[in-house]
């Protein structure tokens, strides 16, 4: 889903299949690593569950909003530096508090939901690299130790350790819950629970600053 990366930064933008490509990509970050890589396996991994894509859109616009509407409104302590890349292309994001994925993915265990949440971040540096993916527990059952290794051999040791980027996405995920709970109550943003929650990510431009 991405292109090979040669050279030295700063980098281009069309590096990515559009509805896999990381929103840094889109606000034109001039440098970027394979953290890029990391969220188009969090949305393919989603596809898997939804038998559709996830940020499905025309153009960059639509998949950025797409994008908000389930990631919720990015702030200074999710991605301060997100921020500064909208400030400098003059774009306002739109404002959501966000879709659980567990409602987005109600097929999916809570061990796959947390590690797309975590792949899905906002700050790069929060998603986990490959092979903290590997060590997240939804791989667990893929390995088969032979009776010969011990559980205190150094490669359980690497399996059982959960890096903390994948608490910090359970706890995004409790935000947006808190999130849409006090939009609903002023009436801002009203979820009907009877309807699939990826047809409710209307197409919708980018908002930019005057």
């Known amino acids: 889903m991405a292109r090979k990366m040669n050279g030295k930064p700063p980098y ?4 990515t299949t559009l509805w896999y ?3 840094e990509v889109f606000l034109r970050a001039p440098y970027y690593n394979s953290s890029v890589d990391m969220w188009a396996a969090g949305a393919i991994m989603a596809e898997l569950f939804t038998n559709q894509p996830l940020f499905q859109g025309s153009f960059e616009s639509d ?18 530096s997100g921020l500064d890349l909208a400030r400098n292309i003059c774009y ?14 109600p097929t999916a265990s809570s061990d796959a939901v947390n590690l797309i949440a975590s792949l899905l971040s ?8 490959a092979m903290q993916a590997l060590q997240h527990p939804f791989f667990h059952g893929c390995y088969r130790m032979p009776p010969t290794v011990h559980l205190e051999d150094t490669c359980c040791n690497i399996l059982n350790s959960v890096p903390l980027v994948f608490r910090i996405a359970r706890q995004r995920e409790l935000l947006k819950e808190t999130r849409s709970l006090r939009s ?7 979820v009907d629970a009877s309807e699939d929650p990826i047809h409710k990510l209307l197409l919708n431009p980018f908002v930019f600053l005057k």
């Open 122 to 129: 906002w700050c790069p540096c929060e998603r986990p690299t």
């Open 63 to 80: 998949v950025m909003y797409k994008i908000c509407r389930v990631l919720g409104t990015p702030t200074e302590s999710t991605w301060f």
């Open 92 to 105: 306002r994001f739109p404002d959501f508090p966000g879709v659980r994925f567990s409602e987005l993915l």
């Open 184 to 190: 609903c109550v002023s009436g801002s943003e009203r």
């Open 12 to 15: 281009t933008h069309n590096v």
């Open 21 to 23: 490509g990381a929103p």
